[in-house]
């Protein structure tokens, strides 16, 4: 019997890692009901797993597309739902893949539901990183450290600088998904990363001007223009980046905070921000261990605070605002709701925000694990990212095609020339 089941992954078993397949198990019996699973392991050793119940058609054929999962990990119609719904084998703990190099297996399985649920066949999505011709140099020069991911052709290719979340080290899988979609993309690391020192207790902001001039020097970019990615405490930076810095046209803030957080910022030798800290105080446990930090994050607004407080109203250039309206790191919308109202009232208009309700913290590229809870850089325990998995996962669908779009939008040669014109 097993040897006449077959899986299928369409419209192939490689394919990057942002991009949806359709999962089809043919051979089964009229009816038949099977456990359909998904597993993979990360750069950390951490297993992740997920299982969903599924009925066969008349025609002993399951199609994830059409299908829905009568029980397990998720329920109803969810195409991608094995790879979303999977978890870790052990608590606080998101899916680590730190190089673009080592591309994401996910082992899928059909298994009789009945007794030791055998596998009746098995199929390995191999899922990259790096798009075929995408080049990736380790970038060692002057102050910075980081990878630059080059996209095949000749360009001229819209430059970004990634500036991920706060947990040191280097994180390219962002970096290079965007590189596998068009742009020039410059990751780097702040701290715990090469011979950088392992912990920081200050930031400067000449570090950053220093990547984006690195990044107008590269041949290959559309402009002098560039934009910025950020995630979570990166935020801020990217608004002082926005903020400070000449020729940053575009620039994406997922969940941050529209203060100078935990750190203070120094640019010329000078302290420009003094650091918005959180109250230990109002950091609630929860069951699992992990800590609920939402209202914990101290008023940017109020006075002994405004000197965290970044001055958007200077900057050139456009804005994406990406909001989570469950994030339990800290209150996400509140922020971009300041920060609308701000620039309104300056007259600005270069802004767009989207809001994602039923979403957590961590936005990342789509089809990765959801994350509910894992260690947080700043306050060295493990934090509540909040959100449901399934709205979070179709929030990280739209969100990716969204921040594409809007940096091709203002970064690209064609709209630069197009805007001249106009």
């Known amino acids: 019997m ?12 490689r394919c990057l890692f942002d991009e949806p397949i359709q999962v089809k198990v043919a051979g089964l019996r009229s009816r038949q009901v099977v456990s359909l699973r998904a597993s993979s392991t990360d750069d950390k050793g951490t297993v992740f797993s997920s299982a969903a119940t599924y009925r066969a058609d008349g ?6 597309k059409r299908d829905p999962s009568l029980s397990g990990s998720y329920v109803g119609v969810e195409p991608m739902g094995l790879l979303w719904s999977m978890t870790p084998n052990s608590l606080h703990k998101r899916l680590q893949k730190i190089n673009a190099l080592n591309p994401y297996m996910v082992k899928f399985s059909v298994h009789e539901e009945a007794g030791e649920g055998r596998i009746l066949a098995e199929v390995t999505n191999e899922r990259i990183l790096m798009g075929d011709g995408v080049i990736r140099v380790p970038v060692k020069e002057g102050n910075i450290r980081g990878v630059l991911f080059t996209p095949p052709g000749r360009g001229p290719f819209p430059a970004v600088l990634d500036l991920y ?18 742009f020039l993309v410059l990751t780097v690391a702040l701290y715990g990363h090469d011979d950088l020192p392992k912990n920081v207790k200050e930031i400067h902001l000449d570090y950053l001007e220093e990547a984006v001039e690195f990044l107008q020097k590269q041949t290959k970019g559309s402009s002098k223009k560039v934009g910025v990615i950020s995630l979570s405490k990166s935020g801020d930076l990217a608004l002082s980046v926005a903020s400070y810095l000449a020729d940053v046209e575009a620039t994406v803030w997922i969940n941050g905070c529209s203060a100078n957080v935990a750190l203070p910022l120094y640019y010329k030798k000078r302290r420009i921000h003094s650091a918005l800290m959180f109250d230990l105080k109002k950091v609630i446990p929860s069951e699992s261990g992990a800590f609920n930090t939402k209202y914990a994050l101290n008023n940017p607004l109020a006075e002994e605070n405004k000197g965290s407080l970044i001055p958007i ?8 605002f990406v909001a989570s309206e469950d994030d339990l790191n800290w209150d ?74 809007f940096l091709r939008n203002h970064l690209s040669s064609d709209a630069a020339q197009t805007r001249a014109k106009l």
């Open 59 to 64: 025609n002993g054929e399951i199609d994830m």
């Open 165 to 182: 979340t706060f947990g040191g080290g280097l994180s390219e899988k962002r970096a290079s998904l965007l590189a596998s979609r068009g």
């Open 332 to 405: 996400s919308k509140a922020y971009v709701d300041e920060m609308v109202e701000r620039l309104k009232r300056h007259g600005m208009e270069k802004f767009e925000s989207v809001l994602y309700p039923g979403a957590g913290h961590y936005l990342e590229p789509p089809y990765g694990p959801y994350c509910p809870s894992s260690f947080h850089g700043v306050l060295g325990k493990p934090v509540l990212w909040g959100g449901e998995p399934k709205s979070h996962a179709a929030a990280e669908v739209h969100m990716w095609k969204k921040i594409q779009d």
């Open 313 to 320: 109203e200077r900057a050139k250039g456009h804005f994406l």
């Open 2 to 13: 097993a040897s006449q089941v077959r899986l299928r992954l369409l419209p192939s078993a």
